[in-house]
């Protein structure tokens, strides 16, 4: 049973940073691009980063590149992304979502981690 | 950058077939993956590869994909279908390649 457990949401003020962690089993790491995808409340889904399987190939959507930064550790099982200089419009639910190729379809999702940025 | 059109909504009543377009630039060249969300819950893959069903899905789920449309098809609609779905595909000439549909809320009447 694959299992995607995202943590490290919450409130945060503009401009600060937050960590949010995506921890995986139940399927070989190591082989699965990764991805972060959010939601803002009552809107649809944005794709926001990806990292390839051993960490390179790593892209970002306009709207974080240079605040944030993915990164994965494949001895840990786990996905991270570093968010700074947080705005407003970053308040989401934070998913990590696993594929097995870097063009193929988000096989499995984690169950998000709700971030909002309010002062 | 690539952009993927979806109708807001859809409506069908229990036991009719719905579909749902999603319009893109060639979309046909490209492979399509679908998505149901149910509200509070994260997304499940439900059509990859344009037409391809995960195990599990019901038969009932199916996809096409051609020239400027790929359509998600739902035969015999249940009110347990009633959710948003989204489609996605790779745009990989660039900078940001994931890409979503804006989303279609499926009502079941």
């Known amino acids: 049973q694959v299992k995607m457990v995202e943590s490290g949401g919450g409130l945060v003020k503009p401009g600060g940073s937050l960590r949010l962690s995506c921890v995986v089993s139940g399927i070989t790491f190591s082989d699965h691009y990764m991805n972060w995808i959010r939601q803002a409340p009552g809107k649809g889904l944005e794709w926001v980063s990806h990292i390839g399987a051993v960490g390179s190939m790593i892209k970002y959507a306009d709207s974080v590149k240079g605040r944030f930064i993915i990164s994965r550790d494949n001895s840990k099982n786990s996905l991270y992304l570093q968010m700074n200089s947080l705005r407003a419009d970053d308040t989401a639910v934070y998913y990590c979502?696993?594929?097995?190729?870097?063009?193929?379809?988000?096989?499995?999702w984690g169950q998000g981690t709700m971030v909002t940025v309010s002062s | 950058s690539y952009v993927l059109t979806q109708p807001p909504s859809v409506s069908v009543a229990p036991g009719e077939a719905a579909t749902i377009s999603c319009g893109g630039n060639n979309i046909g060249t490209k492979s399509v993956h679908w998505y149901q969300q149910k509200p509070g819950q994260a997304p499940v893959l439900v059509i990859s590869y344009d037409s391809d069903r995960p195990s599990g899905i019901p038969e009932r789920f199916s996809g096409s994909n051609s020239g400027n449309t790929a359509t998600l098809t739902l035969s015999r609609v249940e009110a347990g279908d009633e959710a948003d779905y989204y489609c996605?595909?790779?745009?990989?000439?660039?900078?940001?390649?994931?890409?979503f549909g804006g989303g279609t809320k499926l009502t079941v009447l």
């Open positions: 996605q595909v790779w745009d990989s000439g660039g900078d940001h390649p994931g890409v």
């Open positions: 979502a696993a594929a097995e190729y870097g063009s193929g379809s988000l096989d499995y």
